[in-house]
């Protein structure tokens, strides 16, 4: 309710969306009148507020969103949510996208740089404006380097050289190792050089 001293109007707040019935009664020094006639008013649902994002937990190729649902649900109780997460550097979506009167859901992401957004929808079927969240980075394993050959080769050595891998997984390459395994079926591993892959990864990167 609301009330005034003066004025023919006052302003009633905090309604959900449905129909209300409105009546006036008047006070003077002596007492209040009868409630006047009823008249009545449907107050129509708004889009909700946006919800807003918590920090992201980030695991090895996968993200944990999480978020708060809106102070504001436009007048009409939330009934889902749709988050998503998108490459920072490309902006299309990776993962499968989560749905549902839920707070929180995890997203296979691989590896990189990445943001996600997330909506609100009331039971009037109006979806509030994207919230977004800062970037963040996901690491997993790199992808296999490719093209290795081995060339120079004298007794007991050979140069072994390779493409840097397609994807870092998230996260700068900080060493390869390079395998020398004999040609039978099941060969044995008879050489493992980290430092001279490691040298050849940092000159090919320089």
């Known amino acids: 309710f609301c009330t005034t001293t003066t004025a023919l109007t006052c302003t009633v707040g905090n309604l959900t969306a449905g129909t209300y019935y409105l009546s006036v009664a008047a006070t003077n020094s002596t007492g209040t009148s009868a409630d006047s006639a009823r008249s009545t ?3 129509a649902a708004n ?6 994002f918590n920090p992201t937990t980030v695991g090895s190729g996968t993200a944990t969103l999480s978020w708060n649902p809106p102070t504001n649900t436009g007048g009409s109780a939330i009934t889902s949510y749709t988050a998503r997460v998108y490459n920072a550097s490309t902006g299309l979506q990776v993962g499968s996208t989560c749905s549902g009167n839920v707070l929180t859901c995890t ?5 990189g740089t990445f943001f996600a957004t997330v909506t609100a929808t009331n039971a009037a079927l109006l979806t509030s404006s994207p919230a977004t969240s800062p970037n963040f980075t996901v690491v997993t394993a790199p992808s ?11 007794t007991g050595t050979v140069v ?3 493409t840097a891998p397609s994807s870092n997984g998230g996260s700068a390459i900080s060493q390869s190792v390079a395998n020398v395994w004999t040609a039978s079926i099941g060969g044995t591993l008879v050489s493992k050089d980290e430092q001279a892959a490691l040298d050849q990864l940092q000159a090919a990167l320089a």
């Open 41 to 43: 008013i449907t107050v």
């Open 47 to 52: 889009a909700p507020g946006a919800p807003t």
């Open 107 to 111: 997203v296979s992401t691989g590896g």
């Open 144 to 154: 296999a380097p490719t093209s290795v050959v081995g060339t120079g080769a004298t």
């Open 160 to 162: 072994v050289t390779w």
